[in-house]
């Protein structure tokens, strides 16, 4: 995935205004999802990556589990009996730490472990790498880099600007920001969301 000599976290980083296009206090690392190699701005939520450390919770990657999570309120105990069978049969199969079940009570202790600001995705031809940056429209801010000079620069410029993805374009030592990346907003929270921060989740350092 190298877009120049340098690694692509590097070239990220380079091109990055701390506080500009993600928060100051996020960092970087490489991970795969949905097919290919990005570059990922993230930032843990630290109570819960200290409870889950504390528990010994693995990561959460049943989409029944996930489902179950997301009908139960955080921290509010409800009655078991209240359960549909299919959810019983998830709560079966939560891991060690995602709930507490307690006097015919469910507790949910799980949250989501990571807030994921951008995904950078690297690639020599923009058409390509955006469309590989489309696979992450519902979960987080995309940006591409493209290594060398632009071709049909125009045409980059107008589908980046119309799905409001980052352009950003490496010769060598420098990064052009040709297109700033549209800030993300979340519509909804779905299972689909939540498990792609599992699945990042579990390739941080």
């Known amino acids: ?16 205004v701390p506080g500009d296009l993600v928060p100051r206090e996020a960092k970087l690392a490489v991970v795969e999802a949905f097919g290919t190699k990005a570059v990922v701005a993230y930032r843990y939520d630290a109570r819960e990556r200290e409870r889950r450390a504390a528990v010994g919770m693995p990561p959460l990657t049943r989409p029944d589990s996930l489902n179950l999570l997301m009908a139960l309120p955080l921290g509010e105990p409800v009655p078991a009996r209240s359960l549909s069978e299919r959810e019983r049969r998830a709560l079966k199969s939560l891991p060690k730490g995602a709930v507490v079940c307690r006097d015919g009570l469910i507790t949910r202790q799980a949250v989501q472990p990571v807030h994921i600001e951008m995904v950078f995705v690297p690639g020599r031809s923009w058409e390509s790498a955006m469309e590989r940056a489309e696979r992450f429209t519902p979960f987080t801010a995309r940006t591409v880099l493209v290594d060398g000079v632009l071709q049909r620069k125009d045409d980059a410029v107008m589908r980046a600007d119309f799905y409001g993805i980052g352009l950003f374009v490496v010769q060598g030592e420098a990064v052009e920001v040709v297109v700033p990346p549209r800030p993300f907003v979340r519509r909804r929270h779905t299972v689909a969301g939540w498990k792609f921060l599992e699945d990042v989740h579990r390739q941080l350092p």
């Open 1 to 16: 995935m190298a877009v120049t000599a340098r690694e692509p976290k590097d070239v990220v980083a380079g091109a990055l």
